[in-house]
């Protein structure tokens, strides 16, 4: 009977898959559970022709988005009833004739764990994310294979396995070993569904077609709600194996009757003989193993894969990484691996499943051909966001049939991914022309660490034999935001990488040595607060435990810094959580992550003698847990301008938009409401504070140092030393202290001498002290001076003295420290001021270092 709801007419009928037609419509995902809306993808010859979609009672199916390839319409399904079903749709055609097409759309109710085949990508969607199986067929038992291929950024393994009752215990133990690492496995039911491999004149009994369909029931109830399971692995080569379609069709019902909710997988030795099987499987495979002849086959292979099922199933290959036996005289090299791998990717392969992996050395036997494997796991788990864009590939010409290229835009992003198919190098050039972010002016290549400048919207470059090279165009965008460009925590919130998978600036610890039981991290590609990429933390127990420790950031003493991140988990799993410590201040705290992504917030003061901060994360719950969006800025953020006059121009904004902000230059002062900008013509002590919930925060300190000697010009007799030159010969009049971090580039360097330097006032100026401003830094061999002696002249050549000011102290053994010596004396005239400087000279005893030469940093010098 036919229902009708609001926004479509839907007719319930058992299973219906569109034939090819010039015009075709399907959904993107192979079912539904809760989403309120589903795309459908127009496409075939004559789509473009296509120049309205609605319901048969008329109400628009709007277009999402027009690609090169396909236009995707938006589907209302909110109201819909668990449950398959045809939509009738209308599509109005150019010149006035209309076609109707009908579309099935399946409804299932929530599971913990769902696998969806993405038609438009030919991918899958695991758990409501996007997931690129790469992995490998393995032999039975497993044993530790998983654990050590985990860290290798393998996510798939399909075991070669019985399926008898005696060995059940044993598939339950590695599934679940699978399960507690984050591997994914493409389940071997083939075994169960005809007769035996390579006996295609073996002719089964009723009797054992009853005896085998029983226990393929029982594999797939056992099995269906497993968190380790992705697909049913039920066919091997059928064609080769004189399997009819009818045979495979009546094992789909099946397992599909009993489980809905993961698709079915059959690979093809001949693809062009695929398509009566499109009724018997949700993902094709194909398994192409050319070598020791050309590796171009590989590509027939999937062309004839995409020919039948484009826009129907996701579409893996079954790359060669064995060799030496039956028909093939050896297996592949590394580069051959590399070339194969990514040909594939080229013709849209959406999953990778290496045949065979047998540890260490038996297959492949070439320790570097499966390091080669692992390698481009990483690379591809880091391409997976543009694999999956909603943009579609775009094949891109180039002039010699053996160099391919295509391109993956995302945004203000493109992928572009060059293969030179083959075994010799070769310069070559591209045209961007016409391509999404054509125009940008730097190409980067993500796994080289190294960045091209395309002319004339040309790319030039050259490639190995068999190489392959991947660019991502870049669109420039809009300038830092403050956050942005004052975040002292590395990678750009982890879009920013040099290895693949790995996060800039930090080191790595475990309480798992010697014995490694699985746990890793990775940046993730599949959800992300913002941009692409976050870092998972997976831990496979609760008991299970790593650190990440990301360097120290440097930061200023009296200031005010704002951390903030943001956490998530999977839905389907009970809880998470990291640690965050900061050890310099003593602090740690373990922040939950939600199911949705959570924002943490804290502000932390920096005290006296602090130069540094480290973020360090501790994994600590089974499981995965997502982090992204760390940051670590000072809040307020101040930026002091100096200019002549001297005038100090202060900017002050805050990076919390609910928060007041307040000032005061006087600790006798109350706070006052502040409205940059602000200005200073002297020395002040300024201090800024942040107001939320009616509470204030911590003030910020903020010494403005001006003065006489501010922007005037300064001539040194002792030379600074070349590795600490701050700004130059300005670095002391520039009306900015450095920080406590002597390499933070305010600071000048002078080692195991005295120093004298001379500042020109420009005009005689009246002033009764000078000062100079040094930092102390024992554990870095940087100590006190003894004496700060001035003298002072009006024409620069006959000096009489000021004053001085000796340090009787010296150098005293606490954390880094600032100290300022001034020479007083009563008001006079001068316009060149000389500074002379004692050092120590040597380290004293008693101190790390001693005897050898002392340091003597300086940062700013002052006539008042």
């Known amino acids: 009977m036919r229902i009708s709801l609001p926004s479509i007419l839907f007719l319930m009928l058992a299973p219906f898959f569109l034939q090819a037609q010039a015009i075709q419509l399907n959904t993107r995902y192979s079912y539904y559970t809760s989403e309120p809306e589903a795309e459908l993808i127009l496409y075939g010859d004559d789509y473009r022709q296509v120049e309205k979609a609605t319901t048969v009672n008329g109400e628009l199916l709007p277009v999402i988005r027009d690609n090169p390839d396909n236009r ?17 749709c209308r599509l109005q055609l150019a010149g006035g004739s209309v076609a109707n097409r009908q579309v099935e759309v399946v409804k299932l109710a929530p599971s913990p764990y769902t696998v969806q085949s993405d038609r438009l990508t030919g991918g899958l969607r695991a758990n409501g994310m996007p997931f690129y199986p790469f992995g490998f067929y393995a032999g039975f038992p497993l044993g530790n294979l998983p654990v050590e291929e985990v860290y290798n950024a393998m996510n798939l393994i399909g075991v070669y396995q019985p399926n008898d009752e005696e060995s059940l215990e044993a598939r339950k133990a590695y599934m679940d070993q699978c399960a507690a690492l984050g591997i994914k496995v493409n389940y071997a039911v083939n075994g169960l569904v005809g007769a035996p491999h390579d006996r295609w004149d073996y002719v089964m009994t009723a009797a054992e077609e009853q005896q ?8 797939v109830e056992t099995f ?39 698709p079915v997988s ?77 040909l594939g990717i080229y013709e849209g392969a959406m999953g990778m499943q290496y045949f065979i992996r047998r540890a260490p050395n038996l297959f492949p036997k070439s320790r570097l051909a499966w390091n080669e494997c692992t390698r481009i796991a990483h690379e591809v788990s880091m391409l997976l966001p543009y694999l999956f864009s909603p943009e579609g590939r775009r094949t891109v010409s180039t002039s010699d049939d053996r160099l391919l290229a295509a391109a993956w835009p995302l945004g203000d992003t493109t992928l572009l991914m060059v293969v030179n198919s083959e075994n010799r190098p070769r310069a070559f050039t591209l045209s961007l022309g016409g391509l999404p972010n054509g125009e940008a002016s730097l190409a980067r290549l ?9 002319s004339g919207g040309q790319l030039e470059d050259m490639i190995d034999a068999y190489g392959v ?68 933390f997976h831990n496979v127990s609760d008991t299970s435990h790593f650190t990440l420790a990301f360097s120290k950031m440097l930061v200023q003493e009296g200031q005010t810094y704002r951390c903030a991140l943001w956490l998530r988990r999977p839905a389907q799993q009970a809880g998470g959580a990291i640690e965050l410590e900061i050890p310099e201040l003593n602090w740690k705290q373990t922040l939950e992550a939600g199911t949705a992504w959570t924002p943490y917030t804290f502000y932390l003061p920096v005290g006296q003698g602090l130069s540094t901060l480290s973020l360090i994360f501790h994994s600590r719950s089974k499981g995965d847990v997502w982090l992204d969006d760390v940051s670590l800025a000072p809040d307020p953020i101040v930026e002091v301008r100096v200019e002549e006059g001297p005038t100090a121009t202060v900017d002050i904004q805050t990076l919390s938009p609910e928060a007041g902000m307040y000032y005061r230059t006087h600790p006798d002062d109350r706070f006052q409401p502040c409205t940059p900008p602000l200005q200073f013509h002297d020395l002040t002590m300024l201090e800024v504070a942040l107001k939320k919930e009616g509470q204030m925060l911590a003030p910020m300190k903020v010494p403005i140092p001006l003065s006489l000697a501010t922007l005037k010009h300064c001539s040194f007799l002792t030379p600074y030393s070349s590795k600490y030159q701050g700004s130059g010969d300005q670095t002391l009049l520039d009306g900015h202290y450095g920080s406590l971090n002597f390499r933070d ?44 002696a001035v003298e002072v002249s009006d024409d620069g050549e006959n000096y009489r003295s000021f004053g001085k000011e000796d340090n009787l102290k010296g150098s005293e053994q606490r954390p880094d420290y600032y100290l300022q010596l001034t020479a007083r004396s009563k008001p006079r005239k001068a316009r060149f001021v000389r500074f002379r400087i004692k050092s120590p000279l040597t380290i004293p005893e008693g101190f790390l270092f001693s005897g050898t030469s002392a340091w003597v940093f300086v940062d700013e010098v002052l006539v008042r």
């Open 72 to 88: 995707i319409l938006r589907l209302d399904i909110s109201q819909l009833p668990e449950g398959t079903h045809l939509a009738d």
């Open 212 to 219: 085998q369909e029983a226990s393929l029931r029982r594999e």
């Open 224 to 262: 269906r709600g497993h968190p380790a399971l992705l697909s049913w692995y039920m066919n091997d080569e059928p064609v080769g194996q004189g399997r009819q379609p009818e045979l495979l069709e009546k094992a789909y019902r099946i397992i599909r009757e009993l489980d809905p909710y993961h």
């Open 266 to 342: 059959v690979v093809f030795v001949m693809p062009e003989r695929a398509a009566p099987f499109r009724d018997a499987l949700d993902i094709a495979m194909t398994d192409p193993y050319p070598i020791p002849g050309d590796v171009n086959n590989v590509r027939g292979h999937l062309q004839a894969l995409s020919r039948h099922f484009r826009y129907q199933k996701a579409i893996w290959m079954v790359p060669q990484a064995f060799g030496g036996g039956q028909y093939w005289q050896r297996e592949p090299t590394a580069a051959e691996i590399r070339v194969m791998t990514y």
């Open 446 to 454: 993500p796994f080289e660490n190294r960045q091209l400048s395309p």
């Open 469 to 536: 090279r991947l660019y991502l165009l870049e669109k420039p965008g809009p300038g830092l935001s403050p956050l942005e460009g004052h975040n002292l925590f590395p990678g750009n919130g982890f879009e920013q990488w040099a290895s693949p998978g790995v996060p800039q600036g930090c080191s790595a610890n475990s309480g798992q040595r010697p014995y490694y039981d699985g746990s890793h991290y990775f940046i993730d590609g599949r959800t992300a607060h913002s941009g692409h990429y976050s870092l998972r």
């Open 745 to 788: 580039g305010h600071w000048l360097g002078f080692n195991g001498t005295n120093v004298e330097f001379t500042v020109d006032l420009g005009a005689q100026r009246r002033f009764s002290e000078a000062a100079a401003h040094f930092l102390v830094s024992i554990r870095d061999g940087i100590h006190a001076p003894l004496q700060l």
